[in-house]
């Protein structure tokens, strides 16, 4: 391994097998990289399959001319694998984590509201219609009170008619027109914003994930060239070659001296400054998970009300209703009626004819059928939940490994310009010496 390394950092192959080599290694890193390419452009990103197997062929093509040829490019292409344990790596899996709970989870509130629509859709539908049809009950009602009076009352004093007529019945069709017409809006309202969200979601997950590989590849090159330009850019590590160069100078005291400033790339041990940094970067991981709980509580939620709606309205079908018509039903004539001359008799009246009606009649109130369509509620998928999760897990994971891949990039850079890294230890063994006269 430490051979296959030595030839992968050379900045020139020494022979043909070196040539070969470095070749061999180069193709295997970017068919490795063209797959996973594919897959992240396919199943993440959700471009066509044709699409993402053009782009990820020609884009291994070029990654192997440029391996195999770039010396500083195998540089940069070599950190960006630890640097995506650093904030570009995890603005990926951010993106990621975005993208699985909007696709995943957003639909699920979004049928589980049309659930709960569909269930109000329902019970309007089916108490109107039973209401109209309690019209027919008082039209009955009416009618057989209209006979009671017909009968009551002499036929010369008999109104024409003691009926009453009811018209909303012939109006129920247009009201169950408008009624399917309004549902209809709602459903397509509702499949227009579903779609909007997911496509504005697919558009911005895929812009910010480009970005996010092109600031990846950015930071690793300005790693690069700081590390190539200043000497003095993430050197405070005591290496193998610091340490050869105190012990030749006799001068391990410096080393010793300066323990609580250096540490070693190596080692576990970090800074007060680093352990400070890694805990901003965890309440930041903190804030976006609560946020994503937020939404994943939505859900839940959504659900719960959906399938209590449908079983209640499934219980809460039929509401007996008991309607009871107690009249008394008199008739008479006055006095002054049946008299020539009214000043000769006193007022009084004169009952003709009376009756007592008394009759109850049913009906019942439907407010749910088995022909309305109402589509099942949708559990959240709990296979969703552990997908994110456990890349929330290598989020905070990242948080404490970024300062270890930090130091990994000073590690590959220095195997990559070996020349330069010794001009930064004399330097660093320069300044702990001009430190130490100073104290």
Sequence with gaps: MADLWWIYSKPVPAGGRELCTLFLQCSCITAVIGGLFYNWMFASLEYSWHLSVAVA???????????????????????????????????LLFSTCIMIAVV??????????????????????NSSDSFLNSTALLEKVSWEFGDAVQE???????????????????????????????????????????VLV??????????????????LCFESTWYLKNYLTNLSFDNFYITKKLERLAADRRAAHLLVCSSKKLIRPTGLKMSWEEVGQCLVRAMLVTVALMLLLVLVAMDHFAFSVADTAVTKAAQFSVVPVTLSVKYKVSSGVSCPALCGDPALCPFREVVVGIADFNKTYQHHLIFSSAQCRISPPRP???????????LFCILYGTVFLETYARRLCRGIAASFFQSCEEKRVLHLYRKLSRRHRKE
Excluded at 108 to 120: A, F, G, P, R, Y
Excluded at 198 to 215: E, H, P, Q, T, W
Aim: glycine content about 4%; aromatic content about 10%; hydrophobic content about 45%.
């Design 57 to 91: 062929v020609s884009f291994s093509l070029l990654l192997l001319l440029t391996l195999f040829l770039v010396h500083p490019a195998r540089c940069v292409f070599s950190m960006i694998m630890p640097t995506l344990g650093t904030k570009q790596g995890r603005k």
């Design 104 to 125: 995943n989870i957003t639909p699920n509130i979004i049928s589980n509201i049309k659930t709960i629509l569909q269930v109000i859709q329902c019970i309007w539908k």
């Design 152 to 194: 009551t009352i002499p036929s010369m004093y008999k109104p024409m008619n003691g009926h009453f007529r009811f018209s909303l019945l012939q109006n129920s069709s247009l009201i169950y027109h408008k009624m399917h017409l309004a549902g209809e809006k709602i459903s397509r309202e509702f499949l227009s914003v579903e």
């Design 198 to 215: 997911k496509d504005s979601i697919r558009v911005a997950n895929r812009l910010a994930a480009g970005f996010f590989m092109l600031y």
């Design 380 to 390: 959240p998928n709990p296979s969703v939940l552990l997908v994110v999760g456990l």
